[in-house]
């Protein structure tokens, strides 16, 4: 029922800066939490970060101080902001939404918690 759509991926220096968007049909982030992953060619999907539904974010500690997660309920987007990119950020990075399941704090990173995903959008960063 629920689709998601990201995008603002793109190619970027090392450095410089991208943010992603992330729009979904009705209102699916409305009292929910959200996340965003990323997958690197021959790599699992790994987190990156969450909003929790009290508003509290989680992050990978490698984005740590330099992504932001943010979302916008009047207009059913989520954000990330992603500033001193790395080459190791490259990857293609995908929302998801747990639908109608609660996800505790202990779960909040697991993909496994998420029932809906965006088709991804490419992160390129060069050095």
């Known amino acids: 029922q629920v689709q998601l759509v990201e995008s603002g991926g793109g190619l970027v220096q090392a450095g410089g800066s991208l943010r992603l968007s992330c729009a979904a049909s009705?209102?699916?982030?409305?009292?929910?939490?959200v996340a965003w992953f990323r997958q690197a060619p021959g790599k699992a999907r790994e987190f990156v970060a969450a909003?929790?539904?009290?508003?509290?974010?989680y992050y990978a500690d490698s984005v740590k101080g330099r992504f932001t997660i943010s979302r916008d309920n009047t207009g059913n987007t989520v954000y990330l902001q992603m500033n001193s990119l790395k080459p190791e950020d490259t990857a293609v990075y995908y929302c998801?939404?747990?639908?109608?399941?609660?996800?505790?704090?202990?779960?909040?990173?697991?993909?496994?918690?998420?029932?809906?995903w965006g088709q991804g959008t490419q992160v390129t960063v060069s050095s």
């Open positions: 909003l929790s539904r009290s508003g509290i974010r």
């Open positions: 009705g209102r699916a982030f409305s009292g929910n939490a």
């Open positions: 998801a939404a747990p639908g109608t399941t609660l996800i505790g704090v202990s779960n909040i990173r697991l993909p496994g918690s998420y029932a809906y």
